[in-house]
Every structure is written in C-alpha cells, then in structure tokens.
C-alpha cells in the first residue's frame, strides 16, 4: 500500500484519505495575509460509493424531515411556544424575555399553515434544513470529502437537540442558522482574502444577535479568528471589520431601541439571570453535563468534543483561522456553561445554538486525522465512533419521537419534559364551561404559561390577561378592554399559586366555581382553581414600581412586595 494513504474498507465502502502532509494554509501574499485557508478544487465529482453515501445522506435527512413534521404537527404546544405565538401577534419592536427573532420566525409559519401547531413550529423545521446546507457548504470547502459533508449534516440528525427538537420553536432555533451563516461567512473570507465577507458576517451576527442575546458567545472566536493567525496587522488595519460591527448593530438596532424606551429592560433581565450564583451544587453540574450527554448523543458528545480538542489544536498551534474560529466558538461557551453550572442550573435550549459549529469541526477533523500521518488503527477507531454516534443517535431520536407520538405510556412520570406541559386543552375545556355558565367574558391568570396556553387555545375568541408580571406585555397590543371593563372575568390559577398574597391587595370579588385536573396519559400533572371575579377592572400599564408590573422582581433584582 502506498505509505501516503491510509485506507479503511467495510463491505460495500472504502474510505480513502490522502495521508500527506496537512496544508491548511499557503505563504502569505507578499505581506498582505499569513494564513489563508485554502479552498479545494470543489470542481471534482464524487466517485459511485461517495455518489451512494450522498443519496443515503438524502434519503436519511428526507425521512427525519418528515418525522419532524408529524412530530410538529402531532405534539401540542409547550408553554414557552404558545408564548412565543403571542409575540407573533403582537407589533413590538422587542420584548422584556428575548429579541423579536422568535417571533417573526413564528410569523413566517404561520402565514403558511395558519394558527396551527405545525405552523408555529414550521420555522424550525426550515431552520433545521438551512443548517445542514449551510454545515455541508462548509465541510465541502474545507475538506472537499464527500465522507466529512455526508458526516457533518447526519451529525444534527443524530443529536435529539436538532434531529427532533428543532421542531420546537424557540429563541435558539431561530438563532442556529444565522450564527451558522456568520460560521459560514468567515470560512468564505478565510478562502477569498476578499474582505467584504466581513460584511455578510456582520449581518449574520446581527441576525443571530436580533434572535437571542447568547449569540454574544461567539465573540471570543471571531476575536480569536482575527488577531490570532499571522494576518491580524492586515484585517486590524482595515476598515471591513469595523464596518461589519456597525452591521451588526444597524440589524440589532430594534433592540436597542426598545430597550433605550423602555429603562434597558431586556439588558438587565438578562443581565442578572447571568450573574446569578446560588451557592456550588453538585447537582446542577450533573444536569448540565447529564443535558449534554442525552440532547447531543451519548456517543456523539465525546465524539465531537475530541474533534474539537483536537481541531483546538490544530489550530492554535499553526495559527489556522478556521480551525481556530470553528473550535474556539464551541469550546468556549461550553466551558462558561459548565462555569456557571457550578452554581445555577443550566437550562435545556442555552448551549444549542453552539453544537453544530462542532460537528462541522468534528467532521473536518476526521479527515485530517490520515494527511497528519496518524496509524491506520487510529483512522478507523475514529470512523467506527463516528459510525457508531451516527446509528445510535439517529435510533435514539426515532425511540424518542415514537415514544411521544406513538406509545400510550409515561415512564417518567411528573418529569417528563412534553407531559409536564400538556393537557391545558382540559383546563381550557372547563373554562369554556365555566365561561358559559356565568357570562363571564375575559379570563385573568398570574402566571405566563397559562395566560400563553388560554390565549393559544381561545385564539382570540376570549380575552386573556395576565394581572400580574405586566412588564413582559409592554407595548403589547389592547386585549379587548371593551370586552374587559365592567364585565364579569373567570380566574384560571395552578395551585398553590392561586392563594398568593397578591390577592389581598386587589380589590376584586373571587367566587370559586370549580377545580380542574391536568393530566397527561393519566399522571396528574397540576390542579387548577376556576373562580368568578367582579368588581374589578385590571390595570394593563401599572406604575413600574408596582408589584403588578415586576420586570424588576422577574430579573430577580427586588423581591415582590404587596400592593400598597
């Protein structure tokens, strides 16, 4: 065998890498750039097995497409999505929680397929499309391996965070494929030495930033990518990218307009829920790695963190941009969140949007393993974890997806993640009840999830308000006072919530009327009150030192105080 290649066969395959020398980068241009990465020949056609990986590639992606969208259209909304839905509706610049990205993606579906399940979540599921495009374009520039692009787009298919749950909408899924395209723009200035990329990354960082304030996280690395590798004189002097930060903040800019209006609520919600610390908690640490672990792949997640090490490396050691940029952008908030871990739960959807950077860098490492004169055996341990992390993980996601939309049982009781928040259409059904019996003709709750569930499963025909928590409604549009004002309303409150001391200041008359259960294949999850209130109009725009409003008391810098 020729001592330049390394070559590994199963039946009906061969992998085949050139084992020369890594070159990733070429001698600078007479002073102007040290390190540019070279683009390969993407003229070359694949041979016939690289041709059959490609159309399994397809098949795969096509499949786990379709089972997102019955997923999608199967599985009702959780709470935090039917409260995005409400966002969709409403005219604001921004809100108090996140950036309006959610939102508008939220709108895009439902233009399409109406108020339905599928067509809230429908951005997700093209989202999910757009990042595997985007990680293939990447993966083919750098490697030119029809193995590494077919490794790097089954990879989110394989991870139960993106092979599923993209079919969830939130604030990170409407991120990916931006902070992606960002990913994508940098490779493409790395390659070209053309400086107007800087340009596109700009706009896609605005973009990543327009959907959730973690995009921020990706800082480090295009700081690292700029000023690390030999052409950092060249770039610093230039004007593109400075121009592209004030892209940036030009896209941003709704943002930050809301914010300058409203006291920088946003900023400062988020700001505290940063730098929070609880105390050291063995157990917080173990549900973030635990989360890591069962959301990325129980094989997959080592798999792509030695790639990343390894790529790390590789990078730093020879002053590669993309490698730098590619490793940088993962490792980095991966290990602030196991920092923060350490003192406050991580939650489920935060380290999300940074994964499939990884498994591009993991894909681009398996082929650069042979061309740095690793051994044979090296070579093909890796392939048969990558192998391996791909079959398990894509049989995972479809256990999980036939669990939740198929089998009748809950194994996990009161935690588990769908079943805890469905069966509002229950609570919903009783109210409607309710409703009829008394005349009453808005519903009030104290909590975001139900106000977001009653108002998504009423679609309007109800008007819904939440008393309390009024500074996550600013600038949001009237409910229908003319339906409110001096007309009889029925509270719907999850117990014990129901009994706070809220009550006692607000001059209302509650009649109870009924308790309703909400359960998911037949747990009981939570108990509702239903009570009739009269008397009482509620204040939409309370003073911002009211307990009523509690954008203060929600970011956790005051603690709830009475009604004066």
């Not at 121009?243 to 809301?258: D, E, G, K, Q």
């Not at 920088?264 to 988020?270: E, G, I, N």
């Not at 499963?457 to 006072?481: A, C, H």
């Amino acid at each position: 065998m020729d001592p330049g290649l390394a070559t590994t066969s199963r039946p009906g395959t061969t992998l085949k890498y050139d084992a020369s020398p890594a070159t990733l980068t070429r001698p600078p241009k007479s002073g102007k750039s040290a390190a540019v990465t070279i683009a390969p020949d993407i003229t070359v056609k694949p041979d016939r097995a690289s041709r059959r990986l490609l159309v399994v590639a397809v098949l795969v992606i096509a499949a786990m497409t379709v089972l997102r969208i019955v997923y999608a259209s199967a599985i009702e909304l959780r709470t935090d999505e039917a409260y995005y839905w409400t966002w969709s509706k409403e005219g604001a610049l921004s809100f108090l929680d996140h950036p309006p990205g959610i939102a508008w993606l939220i709108r895009f579906g439902t233009a399409i397929f109406g108020d339905t399940v599928l067509g809230v979540r429908f951005g997700g599921i093209v989202a999910m499309l757009v990042t595997q495009l985007l990680l293939a374009d990447i993966v083919r520039r750098l490697t030119h391996d029809v193995r590494a692009i077919v490794v790097a787009v089954l990879m989110p298919e394989a991870a139960l965070y993106y092979g599923l749950l993209m079919a969830k909408v939130a604030p990170d899924v409407a991120m990916i494929p931006f902070a992606v395209a960002m990913m994508w723009s940098l490779v493409r200035l790395a390659q070209s030495d053309d400086g107007r990329w800087w340009l596109a990354a700009g706009l896609f960082a605005g973009l990543s930033l327009l959907s959730k304030f973690t995009a921020i996280m990706f800082a480090p690395a295009v700081a690292a990518f700029l000023l690390v590798p030999n052409w950092r004189w060249r770039w610093l002097r230039s004007p593109y990218p400075y121009l592209a930060v004030l892209v940036a903040i030009a896209v941003f800019s709704p943002v930050l307009i809301w914010n300058a209006q409203h006291d920088w609520a946003s900023f400062r919600f988020q700001g505290v829920r940063a730098t929070a610390n609880y105390g050291i908690s063995l157990r917080t640490i173990g549900d973030y790695i635990g989360l890591q672990f069962g959301l990325v792949g129980f094989v997959l997640l080592p798999v792509v963190l030695s790639g990343l090490v390894m790529t790390a490396w590789r990078g730093y050691r020879c002053r590669e941009p993309v490698a730098i940029l590619l490793s940088t952008a993962v490792l980095v908030p991966f290990l602030y969140f196991f920092f923060k871990s350490l003192t406050l739960r991580v939650g489920d959807t935060w380290p999300m949007f940074m994964w499939p950077v990884g498994f591009a860098a993991a894909a681009m490492n398996l082929t650069a393993l042979p061309k740095e004169g690793w051994s044979s055996r090296t070579i093909r341990s890796s392939i048969f974890w990558v192998n391996t992390a791909l079959v398990s993980g894509i049989a995972f996601v479809v256990i999980v997806f036939l669990y939740y939309v198929a089998a009748p049982w809950n194994l996990l009781g009161k935690m588990d993640p769908i079943g805890a928040e469905a069966g509002y259409d229950q609570v919903a059904a009783r109210a409607q009840a309710a409703l009829d019996e008394t005349g009453a003709t808005w519903i009030a709750t104290t909590d975001y999830r139900t106000y977001a569930m009653m108002r998504w499963l009423f679609r309007g025909r109800v008007p819904v308000v939440e008393i309390n928590e009024r500074g996550r409604f600013q600038d949001f549009r009237d409910p229908g006072m003319d339906r409110i004002s001096g007309h009889a309303g029925l509270y719907i409150g999850r117990q014990p919530d129901d009994h706070s001391s809220l009550w006692a200041q607000i001059p209302a008359t509650r009649a109870p009327l009924a308790q309703v259960e909400r359960r998911w294949r037949g747990v009981l999850i939570d108990t509702y009150t239903l009570d009739k209130l009269t008397g009482w109009t509620p204040e939409l725009s309370p003073p911002k030192d009211s307990p009523l409003f509690q954008w203060r008391v929600l970011a956790g810098e005051l603690e709830a105080r009475p009604l004066a």
